[in-house]
């Protein structure tokens, strides 16, 4: 059985194959595309952040696989409660991504960082509660919105600088936004942490496209670039049993 998982995101489409309960081959492609068929599939699964893009992707399966593809919403048999005062009002990556952290780590209090278009920080706990949690500018949006609200500012790409101690305005930018942004998340998993959790266990999960990049900041437990595609397939298998 093959299926397929894809999340719309706000600046690229992620998404994958399962074969059984093994993920191959994952793809990233903007989100106003679709890619070329990959061998049969025989479901697919899918959350968005996008509403204006979700018909035109569901079309686009309908017309080259067909397929009518299961939707990830507060709504859907997925297994989780939200304590967020309006569900419908939590992005379902959010939860597709608590989803995936509670199938991979099962029986777990878990803060899930999600790094992308915005870095968010979800508090799942062990007993299928996802709590809530916070939501910041993601990387990229910072050295964007430096460059263009700014008259001598210049655009840097996003790297680890070698030091915080930067001597030009590129390498101070590159320094300010990587060491900003990873200090915004560790205060923020702190502070999550303690109201959420108290002086329990945690296990903190980095994902998304940018997370990689804060591999050696010390910030993550577990490294898990496509726990939002997991977390589809269990929305899969709990909801139709794929």
């Known amino acids: 059985m093959r299926l397929l998982v894809l999340s719309i995101g ?7 194959i399962f074969v059984g309960e093994k993920l191959g081959a994952t793809f990233r492609v903007l989100t106003n595309k679709l890619p070329p068929a990959r061998g049969p599939i ?20 309908k017309k080259h696989h067909g397929l009518k593809p299961h939707l990830l919403t507060a709504d859907s048999p997925h297994g989780l409660k939200i304590a967020y005062e309006n569900p419908h009002a939590l992005g379902t990556d959010r939860l597709a991504a608590a989803l995936g952290a509670r199938a991979l780590f099962p029986r777990r ?11 968010t920080v979800t508090a799942l706990h062990r007993n299928g509660l996802l709590l809530g949690g916070a939501i910041l500018p993601g990387l990229s949006l910072w050295p964007e919105m430096l460059a263009t609200r700014t008259a001598q500012l210049p655009r840097v790409a996003l ?28 205060e923020v998993v702190a502070r ?6 108290g002086r329990a266990s945690v296990l903190v999960v980095g994902t998304g496209g940018h997370a990689p990049q804060f ?4 910030l993550f437990d577990a490294l898990e670039p496509a726990l939002v595609l997991h977390g589809l397939r269990a929305f899969a298998r709990q909801a139709w049993r794929v």
């Open 10 to 16: 706000n600046t690229s489409l992620f998404g994958g």
């Open 42 to 61: 025989h479901h697919a699964a899918l959350c968005s952040v996008v509403p204006d893009l979700t018909p035109s992707i569901t079309r686009a399966l």
């Open 109 to 119: 209090h878990v803060i899930v960082v999600d790094c992308g278009t915005a870095t």
């Open 159 to 186: 790297s680890r600088p070698p030091t915080a101690l930067g001597r030009s305005p590129e390498t101070a930018l590159a320094a300010g936004i990587f060491h900003g942004h990873a200090g915004a998340i560790r």
């Open 192 to 197: 999550v942490r303690a109201e959420a959790f």
């Open 215 to 218: 591999a050696g900041e010390k």
